[in-house]
C-alpha cells in the first residue's frame, strides 16, 4: 500500500508484486547447560521454515548432562516490548515423540536451559543417547578410591555405541576396582555452568545383577567418580564382582616358601588362595600345609594371617578367601622339617671342619 501511494501521482491505478528473495536469518541467543553457550544466527530452512529449539541446541553444541530439559524457557520479546516465557519440556519430545514441545523459534528469542536440581538416571541416560546432548568424543575425568590406577584419565567413547564415555569404562581405564570396592554407592561429582555441583548416586550391583544399564552413567569433561570401601560384603558376592570386567583381568600373586614352584604368578582376578597354591605345583614334602597370607591394604598398613589349608575347601573367606593383587604367600615348615634345618645348622660347620681331618687317617 505504502508503494501504491508513493507512485499514484505517476502512475493509474498501480499493482505493485512482492517478491520474497531472500529471508532475514534469526538471531537468537542460547545459555545456560550448553556447550557453547552465545548468540547465533540462523538461516530459515530452504528459506521459508522457521529453525526449531531442538535445532539450534544442535548448532549450539548440544546440551550437557546436567541440563533440566523439563523447564527449558524461551523469552519472546513482542513488538509491544512485552517479554513472554515459554515454558518447554524436552523430555516429552525424547519419551513420547511430542514434536509440539519442539518449538519454532522466532527473531530475538532467548533459549535458557537450566541445571536439574535432581539426576534421573533413566532421563540422562535418554538425553545421551539423543542428538540434543553435547559430542564430546573426549572427556577428561578423574577417577579416585578403590581402584587399581587412581588418576586422571582422557577417555574417549563408550563401548556402547555412545559418543561419551561411561563410569563402567573409566573404572576399567583405571585398573579396575579392588576387592574392597563398594560397586553400590559410587559417586560422581559434576560441576555445573552456574557454578555449583551435582552428587549422583550409580549402583553398578544394579548393572551387574539386573542388567540396569542406566546405572553406567555417560560421564562429561570435569566429572571426578569416587569409589568408596565396602565396609562389608559376602566371599559370594566378592567373587561375583570380580568376575566381572569391573575387575582387573590378571593379578600378581607372590607364592613363596614350601611350595613345589616358588614365584610369581598371574592369575585372574577372581582367584582364590586354593588356586594360587595348586598353580605352582602345591606344597612340597617339607610343608606343614599352612600358610600366612600377606596383603598391603588400602590405606599403606600390612596385615597378615595364618590359614590352614584344605585343598578341598571351595570359596571360603577364612580357609580359601579371594586373592587381592600383589598379596603374598609364605607357605610354612613342617616341624620335623624345622627340627631337620636346625640340626643342619648346628652340624654343617663342624662338619666342615671334621672333614679335613678325615684325610689324615
Known sequence: FAIATKYQSELRSPAITVSLLQARPLQIAIS?????PG?????LINNTQFPSIAQAV???????????LEAIQIRRTQPSGITDTIRVNLS????????SQNLILRDGDVIMIPTTTEVDLTKTAQLA?????????????????????????????GENGGSRPTVSQAIQTAGGIKPSANVRKILVRRPTRDGTEQVINVDLWKLLQDGDLSQDLALQKGDTVIIPTVTEITAAEAAQIASTNLSPNVIRVNVSGEVKQPGTVEMPSNTTLNEALLSVGGFNERSEEVVELIRFNPDGSLTRREIQVNLKQGLNDET???????????????RSARITDTLSNILSPILQILSPLRLLF
Open 32 to 36: 545456560g547447560e550448553i556447550k557453547k
Open 320 to 334: 580359601n578367601p579371594l586373592l587381592w593383587n600383589n598379596d603374598i604367600i609364605l607357605a610354612g615348615r613342617s
Open 129 to 157: 543417547a539423543s542428538n540434543l546432548a553435547s559430542t564430546d568424543a573426549i572427556s577428561d575425568v578423574a577417577v579416585v578410591g578403590e581402584v587399581f590406577r587412581p588418576g586422571a584419565y582422557r577417555l574417549g567413547g
Open 92 to 99: 516429552q519430545l525424547l519419551q513420547a515423540g511430542d514434536l
Open 39 to 43: 548468540s547465533y544466527v540462523l538461516p
Open 58 to 68: 544442535q548448532l549450539a553444541g548440544g546440551m550437557t548432562q546436567s541440563a533440566d
